[in-house]
């Protein structure tokens, strides 16, 4: 099945570096979500975004939806060990009434040093 | 408010068996999703209930097969399993747009 462009597959990054991720389709979506897995859990929503160009912040977490609705990106400032985890995107087509299917990409295995 | 809830969490089955896994959701959640996700793959979506109907399906085969009942909880079945279904079964709610996942149940075929 279809899958989102996420790389590189692993980050390492010292505790209070910033790093940036970001994820790209080959098709349009109207809704981006960026979800936060830990081992032996189900993926944690972390940010929606719902219009091209839309920057939204949740703490240290801020997303964007790229304006050609084909893109979007996460930054976490300060890192701290706790921001460790599998960061995945997700492309969503929302119609009016209607839930649609989320499309992943493969997600990026964050690493902090303390 | 308890989330959305799977069981069993984790399962063992034999090649060629039937099992069948369980999702409640989020309170207040319609609409019920199944992913499958591969060791070290993003989800991939399997199907979608709603208002009791299969409203949407990805590309897996009849084998996959679910239910949801009138109280908005879900059932997955496979039958005739093959070694190639071990993974993490994730299960999602939602209401409008944001979904919203469970633990997983982590099945796998030997």
């Known amino acids: 099945g279809q899958q989102l462009n996420q790389s590189p597959q692993s980050m390492f990054i010292q505790e209070g570096e910033d790093v940036s991720m970001n994820c790209t389709s080959s098709?349009?979506?109207?809704?981006w979500l960026w979800y936060k897995q830990e081992p032996g859990e189900g993926p944690v929503l972390l940010i929606a975004?719902?219009?091209?160009?839309e920057l939204t912040s949740n703490g240290r977490l801020t997303a964007q939806f790229g304006i050609t609705r084909k893109d979007s990106f996460l930054n976490i400032s300060a890192s701290i060990p706790s921001d460790v985890g599998i960061y995945f995107c997700a492309g969503q087509l929302l119609r009016i009434g209607a839930n649609s299917k989320l499309t992943f990409g493969k997600g990026i295995t964050l690493s902090v040093r303390p | 408010d308890a989330g959305v809830t799977q069981s069993p969490t984790h399962l063992i089955k034999t090649r060629g068996q039937q099992v069948t896994l369980r999702c409640s959701p989020k309170s207040g959640h319609d609409t019920v999703s199944w992913y499958q996700q591969a060791l070290g793959q993003g989800p991939q979506f399997i199907f979608q209930?709603?208002?009791?109907?299969?409203?949407q399906r990805g590309n897996f085969p009849d084998r996959f097969s679910g239910h949801q009942f009138p109280n908005y909880s879900s059932e997955l079945n496979v039958n005739a399993l093959l070694l190639g279904d071990s993974a993490l079964y994730l299960c999602?709610?939602?209401?409008?747009?944001?979904?919203?996942f469970g633990q997983g149940t982590r099945l796998t075929v030997v």
């Open positions: 999602a709610s939602s209401l409008l747009g944001e979904a919203f």
């Open positions: 209930y709603y208002e009791e109907e299969e409203r």
């Open positions: 975004l719902y219009k091209a160009g």
């Open positions: 098709s349009i979506f109207n809704t």
